[in-house]
């Protein structure tokens, strides 16, 4: 292999680990019960202007439905525009509500966006995206066994009771008093 190439594939491996985990997971957000990412994120990310990476995605409609990609509406912006440093409108920055893209969406992306550095970025973004859902699956899992196991409980309580309730029983019955066994004679 070439001295450029090797240079090359090392250069393109510095990438991947430049987007850390930390900083992809830090702006996946849920919005309308799906986890989406920010055009202004993700045109950070890929070091690309967000109307440019707006400007793609309407170029292709055709790879970016609305379960793909959305625009907020003015009451989920307002809520969330705390979380965000907005600048008002006239004064530069955004003057339209952003889109988010959900995980397909974001796949979606790389068909558009031709660069090495969109490819890479995409890659990093995705295994982000499978961790989440792996997470979830895993909580979901030991939810629904902590469930399971509460159920048993639930029976083995009844259960226990039963038991108790029959020894309560005999005791009650072993508190009377009893008549002798055998043969009295009564003196008188």
């Given at each position: ?128 995206f499978v961790k989440i859902r792996e997470l979830l699956t895993t909580h979901k899992n030991l939810a629904d066994k902590l469930k399971e196991l509460a159920t048993r409980i639930d029976n083995h309580d009844e259960q226990i009771h039963s038991i108790f309730d ?23």
């Amino acid at each position: 292999m070439s001295t450029d190439r090797k240079q090359k594939k090392q250069s393109n491996k510095g990438l991947v680990h430049f987007v850390s985990k930390e900083i992809i997971e830090s702006k996946i957000y849920l919005i309308r019960g799906r986890k989406v990412m920010f055009d202004h994120d993700l045109a950070k990310l890929y070091e690309v202007p967000t109307h440019r990476l707006n400007e793609q995605v309407k170029r292709n409609p055709e790879r970016f439905p609305k379960d793909f990609v959305f625009q907020l509406s003015n009451e989920e912006y307002k809520a969330l525009s705390s979380h965000f440093a907005s600048s008002k409108k006239g004064s530069g920055g955004r003057r339209y509500l952003p889109f988010v893209f959900t995980e397909q969406g974001v796949a979606m992306l790389s068909s558009v966006l031709k660069s090495k550095k969109a490819a890479l970025v995409n890659v990093a973004i995705m295994r982000v995206f499978v961790k989440i859902r792996e997470l979830l699956t895993t909580h979901k899992n030991l939810a629904d066994k902590l469930k399971e196991l509460a159920t048993r409980i639930d029976n083995h309580d009844e259960q226990i009771h039963s038991i108790f309730d029959a020894i309560r029983q005999l005791i009650k019955e072993e508190e009377k008093p009893r008549r002798g066994i055998g043969f009295h004679v009564k003196y008188d």
